[in-house]
């Protein structure tokens, strides 16, 4: 049986779900935990059984029978970890976002350029069957070509509390947060077109003016909150496609609608998933049955990462492909700062 050990870095909310994935498993070992917060990191150890508890991630790094990472910091401490295991020979699974800046994402990509060792995002909806058999019509030719797409993920009420909420922490909001698995989501069914220009807006006129208890849902302090509740883009891409991307925290609507993706041929509905096409001279619309019921996608993205690293294969979810999230959310940002559309390029690294 093939074995990993492993170390993880950041033992807040999202860390539990990954330990509780990886107790299913006995290929995937956490031999070290570490946080900031001694105590957060002691009781996941713990409750874990983990034997090495440390407060310097960089003590991880320096554990030779550790061969991997997975970093489960705040947006904003992703880079460091991950550049610096890079550079220390571990490969890196680090949850979404990849990074809460375009220049965070770019030196994270540099360092998988340098080392050539494995750099995942942990985009779990890849795993799920909706996503897998919509990639497996887009790569069969179905859609023809694609020329436009939407990328949406809302809440009506839902803005998190904790790290999330500041600009030191997260780094930026809804947009990198829920929004980025719609991105994903899209660009992922798109082929990853170049992004070259971004006009976006986003603000935070809600989640600021009202406290949740008068908005009767999820608990969060107003005073507290630094970063957008909600981002809206329009993406040119170098192919002349065009992406509308819309994420929202909190809203006076039910729904921004679905991601759906539209070619010459065929169109892709996402949630649920449905194709729609032309053919037999008639409108069709089709919902392909699901390929399986999804099991536990954490336990499936950390499995996804080990079997990268045991097959010496490409990252499931690579670098260069989360890096042009992370261009169009700043682009986004950037635009919604200067009142006007801003030109964007994927950096070469
Ligand atoms: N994939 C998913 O479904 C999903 C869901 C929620 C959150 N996330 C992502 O996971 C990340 C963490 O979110 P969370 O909800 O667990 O946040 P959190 O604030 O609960 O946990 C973050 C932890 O990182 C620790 N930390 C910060 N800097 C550190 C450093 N340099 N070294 C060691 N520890 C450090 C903090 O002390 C804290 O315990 C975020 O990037 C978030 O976007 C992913």
Redesign the pocket.
Known sequence: MKRLKIGL???????QVHMRALAKTEQIEVVAV????EE?AQRTAKEFGVPHVFTD?HDILEMDEIEAVNI????Q??K??AVDALHAGKHVLV???MAATLVDAAAMTKAVHETGLVLMV?V?PRFGSARMTAKSIVDAGTLGDIYYAEAVACRRCGIPG??FLAKE?GGIGTTA?IGVYALDEALHLMGHPKPVAVSGIANNMLGTKYASQAMGCWKWDPEALEVEDFGAASVRFENGAFLVFKTSWVMNMDSLGHTLVLGTKAGIKMNPLTLFTQDYNRLIDITPAPAGKDGDLFLAKNMAFAEAIWEGTPSPVPAEEMLITNVIIQGLIDSAAAGREVEVSVPEV
């Open positions: 870095i950041g033992t807040g909310g999202i860390a570490c946080d900031i917060v957060k991630y489960c910091t705040w947006n401490a992703h460091d970890p949850e979404k976002p942990g779990q904790g790290s922490t947060d």
